[in-house]
């Protein structure tokens, strides 16, 4: 059976919350307009497609059994690239629909453990950034390197959490954030975290981290999750000594539609 209701989707979802957080959060009324949910529920099992239109290339995220996952794909507007967040159980699935452009990244996500209390980083550098702070944003990432976050949009900004850490000349040269907030289910998704290559090594990451978590908490979010490349031993080791575990691996790919001759 396919179907597009809300509560039905967000059944499937809080089966694997923590796996699905970045999609329960899409639940929202606010980003209704740029998803597409495909949704199976039957004999073959359960399974939840979703393309979030919003960001280029769209993301295309799964969870659910296999056999309805082909299902759920089969029924999709697949369009012709997508950026996937994928298990993987799911990634030869997808993979009967698209060839994956350039290197796959094997990445981790990871959960704050609940007991994890966390205190606003004593650095008066530190500061609370805002819509306004997004050329700035902007111009940090540009300076590039292994790791670089590539899915900041501004709009993350109008309703998340975000920090920075500037240097004497009022420069930004450290930066993270959130990714989601779910806030009706106190769930939320950090990310965006990047310094600048010559500013590294100084605990400006672990300063605009704690100031995330510490925010993130006071305002009565429980599940606080984070996505982070398994190469990337600095991040992973961060955020190890904050109290953070890894709870699945998976995939992250930017494919493109193969032409299939009928």
């Known amino acids: 059976m396919l179907s597009s209701d809300v509560k039905q989707v967000q059944q499937i979802l809080q089966r694997d919350p923590i ?38 290339p769209p993301i295309l995220f799964a969870t659910g059994d296999e056999q309805a996952v082909v299902t759920a794909l089969a029924a999709s507007p697949l369009p012709e690239r997508v950026y996937v967040t994928l298990r993987p159980e799911h990634v030869a699935l997808v993979g009967e629909y698209y060839a994956w452009v350039e290197e796959v990244h094997p990445m981790t996500r990871m959960v704050l453990a609940a007991d994890v209390q966390v205190t606003m980083p004593a650095i008066s550098t530190l500061v609370r950034l805002q819509p306004t702070d997004t050329e700035a944003i902007t111009a940090l990432y540009r300076q590039g390197g292994p790791f670089t976050p590539d899915y900041f949009d501004p709009y993350q900004l109008d309703d998340g959490i975000f920090y920075g850490v500037k240097d004497a000349q009022g420069g ?10 779910a806030w009706q289910e106190g769930m939320g ?63 992250e790919a930017e494919g493109v539609r193969k032409v299939v001759n009928r």
Not at 22 to 49: M, N, R, T
Not at 172 to 181: K, R
Not at 226 to 244: H, I, K, Q
């Open 19 to 56: 796996w699905s957080v970045y999609a329960i959060a899409d639940l929202q009324p606010v980003f209704a307009p740029y998803c597409h949910w495909s949704v199976v529920s039957g004999e073959q099992g359960e399974a939840v497609i979703l393309l979030f239109m919003a960001l280029q």
């Open 172 to 181: 930004l040269v450290a930066v993270g954030g959130t990714h989601i907030i």
């Open 189 to 251: 998704a950090i990310g965006n975290m990047y310094t600048h290559p010559t500013q590294r090594g100084k605990g400006y990451a672990r300063a605009v981290l704690g100031a995330i978590i510490t925010e993130l908490q006071a305002r009565n979010v429980t599940t606080i999750v984070l996505n982070v490349d398994e190469r990337n031993t600095t991040a992973c080791g961060l955020y190890e000594r904050f109290g953070f575990t890894p709870y699945c691996t998976f995939v």
